[in-house]
């Protein structure tokens, strides 16, 4: 018969924490957390409790990385480096520094990184390349004829607006000299026939052109389009650049995290991450950087490569070098944000606990098996849902611009399906594979689903106490779950607030700390006198003696 002990200790859980990615949202999750954490200390009665204490994972991805190395990253007494709280205060003190450029683009450098840019890449067999070589060259030569346009909108002092107001309001004058050859010079004859094949255009859906707001209308709309197409820095965004620089990102996190290692997080810590050169996922842990030196860059290094979004930071390289007696190890990592497949990383976390029981490695709880849930007890919390819909017909004009960043609602299509694909799909699956299994109040999901669009730009620093202020919301919220039959998030009956739902998880993640407590091995305590009665005196060694030559 197995000791009791023993048997106690399989009817244990692994615990895990896991955390979405979505930028300057990662507040609320953050959020989350801190009324968890206060949840610790209250019930426990202790204002030193943390999460690290009580989660034997923590995973990231994104944001969440840097959540996750915030909050199981040593100080220098080997405790959490921050707690909750703090990690807000960080986002609320340090996120303007971070979604900033540190000096603003000029056009002379817009030019000369293209030229760069055009030298460095441009080769005359590569189709890709030509048809970026094309495509700038058209930009160029339509600039011409598309500026009249723009200043017969914008300026209204003796043309402008009342040139196309007084334009003929019958829809056949514009095409009534149809027939005859354009001018040899373009920009006239976009100027004289713009006005008429607006005024058809707004005649056929009903508007009145010389109407004061219509005109208004224009004018705001048309000068709001000259300064962003005039905009180095949007044109250096669009063409030649991530967003920002990413001189912050790197300043903040290297000043909080140090020259701390991987391998000496307080608890486990599992971070996916991209590697670009590879084209494969690479999953950073505390488990495979004690077994493995390539495997224990910095917590910076990590964090710095877990938020590098496409579009908005630049990929992440460094190197790690082991010097073995017998042995060389050189390992290259060129990085981005996992959030282009895992931005909810629960199944990361659960193939990870996987990997380690299929290598037979020390788990804190015995009695797991692959694909088994019953032992698995997952907190898992999103940052935010903005259910932006698109039509068919609305998105076959796209081309790579408009899907990289949607001028009427300030998204980016491709980047926030890509997040929300991911997402739901990995929620459903484990939502599935604990139900499939009867233990579906092990799987804990706190999600906004329908986030303020307001809200939803990852790099929107002015939002912020807003998104706390949806963290705080989301805690009164009834628990949601998502329904395996329809795929939609529901909530869940007799399931009680997300708030009920913390408490309750605190008091199990308590009570898991203190069976672990009692069911460990006691100590071998000895007093002085019994280690000198036990322990033989070490015998003096003997000078060694040199004959002279």
Same mark, same amino acid.
């Given at each position: 018969?197995?000791?009791?002990?023993?048997?106690?200790?399989?009817?244990?859980?692994?615990?895990?924490?896991?955390?979405?990615?979505?930028?300057?949202?990662?507040?609320?999750?953050?959020?989350?957390?801190?009324?968890?954490?206060?949840?610790?200390?209250?019930?426990?009665?202790?204002?030193?409790?943390?999460?690290?204490?009580?989660?034997?994972?923590?995973?990231?991805?994104?944001?969440?990385?840097?959540?996750?190395?915030?909050?199981?990253?040593?100080?220098?007494?080997?405790?959490?480096?921050?707690?909750?709280?703090?990690?807000?205060?960080?986002?609320?003190?340090?996120?303007?520094?971070?979604?900033?450029?540190?000096?603003?683009?000029?056009?002379?450098?817009?030019?000369?990184?293209?030229?760069?840019?055009?030298?460095?890449?441009?080769?005359?067999?590569?189709?890709?390349?030509?048809?970026?070589?094309?495509?700038?060259?058209?930009?160029?030569?339509?600039?011409?004829?598309?500026?009249?346009?723009?200043?017969?909108?914008?300026?209204?002092?003796?043309?402008?607006?009342?040139?196309?107001?007084?334009?003929?309001?019958?829809?056949?004058?514009?095409?009534?000299?149809?027939?005859?050859?354009?001018?040899?010079?373009?920009?006239?004859?976009?100027?004289?026939?713009?006005?008429?094949?607006?005024?058809?255009?707004?005649?056929?859906?009903?508007?009145?052109?010389?109407?004061?707001?219509?005109?208004?209308?224009?004018?705001?709309?048309?000068?709001?389009?000259?300064?962003?197409?005039?905009?180095?820095?949007?044109?250096?965004?669009?063409?030649?650049?991530?967003?920002?620089?990413?001189?912050?990102?790197?300043?903040?996190?290297?000043?909080?995290?140090?020259?701390?290692?991987?391998?000496?997080?307080?608890?486990?810590?599992?971070?996916?991450?991209?590697?670009?050169?590879?084209?494969?996922?690479?999953?950073?842990?505390?488990?495979?950087?004690?077994?493995?030196?390539?495997?224990?860059?910095?917590?910076?290094?990590?964090?710095?490569?877990?938020?590098?979004?496409?579009?908005?930071?630049?990929?992440?390289?460094?190197?790690?070098?082991?010097?073995?007696?017998?042995?060389?190890?050189?390992?290259?990592?060129?990085?981005?944000?996992?959030?282009?497949?895992?931005?909810?990383?629960?199944?990361?976390?659960?193939?990870?606990?996987?990997?380690?029981?299929?290598?037979? /490695?020390?788990?804190?709880?015995?009695? #797991?098996? &692959? +694909? @088994?849930?019953?032992?698995?007890?997952?907190?898992?919390?999103? $940052? !935010?849902?903005?259910?932006?819909?698109?039509?068919?017909?609305?998105?076959?004009?796209?081309?790579?611009?408009?899907?990289?960043?949607?001028?009427?609602?300030?998204?980016?299509?491709?980047?926030?399906?890509?997040?929300?694909?991911?997402?739901?799909?990995?929620?459903?699956?484990?939502?599935?594979?604990?139900?499939?299994?009867?233990?579906?109040?092990?799987?804990?999901?706190?999600? /906004?689903?329908?986030?303020?669009?307001? #809200?939803? &730009? +990852? @790099?929107?620093?002015?939002?912020?106490?807003?998104?706390?202020? $949806? !963290?705080?919301?989301?805690?009164?919220?009834?628990?949601?779950?998502?329904?395996?039959?329809?795929?939609?998030?529901?909530?869940?009956?007799?399931?009680?607030?997300?708030?009920?739902?913390?408490?309750?998880?605190?008091?199990?993640?308590?009570?898991?700390?203190?069976?672990?407590?009692?069911?460990?091995?006691?100590?071998?305590?000895?007093?002085?006198?019994?280690?000198?009665?036990?322990?033989?005196?070490?015998?003096?060694? #003997?000078?060694?003696?040199?004959?002279?030559?």
């Amino acid at each position: 018969m197995a000791p009791a002990a023993a048997a106690t200790k399989q009817d244990g859980e692994l615990r895990i924490l896991c955390i979405d990615g979505g930028g300057i949202r990662g507040l609320i999750p953050a959020k989350i957390l801190e009324y968890l954490e206060a949840e610790l200390q209250r019930i426990e009665g202790s204002s030193t409790a943390r999460l690290a204490d009580y989660f034997d994972y923590i995973v990231g991805t994104s944001t969440g990385a840097l959540v996750t190395t915030m909050l199981a990253g040593p100080d220098k007494d080997n405790r959490p480096l921050c707690t909750a709280k703090e990690i807000i205060d960080l986002y609320l003190e340090e996120g303007a520094r971070i979604f900033r450029n540190e000096h603003n683009a000029t056009w002379a450098q817009v030019v000369l990184e293209a030229v760069l840019l055009y030298i460095k890449y441009y080769d005359g067999d590569n189709e890709t390349l030509r048809s970026l070589h094309d495509m700038l060259a058209l930009g160029l030569a339509i600039e011409p004829l598309l500026r009249p346009i723009l200043d017969a909108l914008i300026h209204a002092n003796g043309g402008g607006m009342q040139q196309l107001a007084a334009a003929p309001h019958d829809p056949d004058d514009a095409g009534s000299n149809s027939n005859e050859a354009p001018p040899a010079n373009m920009e006239d004859y976009i100027q004289e026939h713009a006005g008429a094949i607006l005024q058809a255009m707004c005649r056929a859906q009903g508007l009145v052109l010389d109407s004061t707001p219509f005109q208004e209308g224009i004018k705001e709309f048309a000068e709001g389009l000259r300064r962003t197409l005039l905009n180095p820095d949007f044109v250096r965004y669009a063409l030649l650049r991530p967003k920002y620089d990413g001189e912050g990102l790197r300043k903040v996190v290297r000043g909080k995290l140090g020259d701390r290692e991987l391998k000496e997080t307080v608890t486990n810590v599992v971070v996916p991450t991209f590697d670009i050169k590879r084209n494969q996922p690479v999953v950073f842990s505390t488990s495979k950087a004690r077994q493995d030196r390539v495997m224990n860059p910095y917590l910076s290094d990590i964090c710095i490569a877990a938020t590098a979004a496409p579009t908005f930071f630049p990929a992440h390289k460094f190197n790690i070098i082991n010097f073995c007696p017998l042995n060389f190890e050189f390992e290259e990592f060129n990085l981005i944000d996992a959030g282009v497949f895992a931005n909810n990383p629960t199944t990361v976390a659960m193939n990870e606990v996987w990997r380690m029981i299929d290598r037979g /490695e020390h788990l804190p709880v015995e009695g #797991l098996s &692959a +694909m @088994d849930c019953s032992k698995l007890r997952i907190l898992s919390v999103g $940052t !935010g849902v903005v259910n932006h819909s698109y039509t068919a017909d609305e998105c076959n004009w796209w081309g790579v611009l408009p899907w990289m960043y949607n001028v009427r609602n300030k998204t980016q299509p491709l980047v926030d399906t890509l997040m929300y694909a991911t997402g739901s799909l990995v929620d459903y699956n484990a939502a599935l594979l604990f139900k499939s299994q009867g233990y579906e109040d092990h799987y804990l999901r706190i999600q /906004e689903d329908h986030l303020d669009p307001s #809200l939803g &730009a +990852m @790099d929107d620093t002015s939002s912020m106490e807003k998104l706390i202020e $949806t !963290g705080e919301n989301l805690l009164d919220r009834q628990v949601y779950r998502t329904d395996c039959e329809t795929r939609e998030y529901r909530p869940v009956k007799g399931a009680g607030t997300n708030k009920e739902a913390l408490t309750k998880l605190a008091e199990q993640l308590i009570a898991e700390r203190r069976r672990r407590e009692a069911t460990a091995p006691p100590m071998l305590l000895m007093s002085i006198t019994e280690i000198t009665t036990v322990v033989e005196p070490r015998p003096k060694r #003997l000078k060694p003696t040199y004959a002279m030559q």
